[in-house]
């Protein structure tokens, strides 16, 4: 591979750090992140998930993600 066939990676998967959206929603989920990762959520509003991917130059369709969040739990 050189520079004239480099391949262009494009990102499409997404974190989603709301309490709405967060992919681990029971206690015994946010129980086994804590012991597998050590981790507990931080969780975020959706502007300011935004104002985190500004400074980085990213580049997406925030209005698709919105959407499935706004779908989560809704049998959607």
Known sequence: MNAQNALRAIDIHSHWSTRRGYPLQTEAELAQQQRTWRSK???????????DFRPAGVRGNPGFWLHQISDVGSGS
């Open 41 to 51: 959520p931080e969780y975020r509003s959706e502007a300011g998930m935004a104002d």
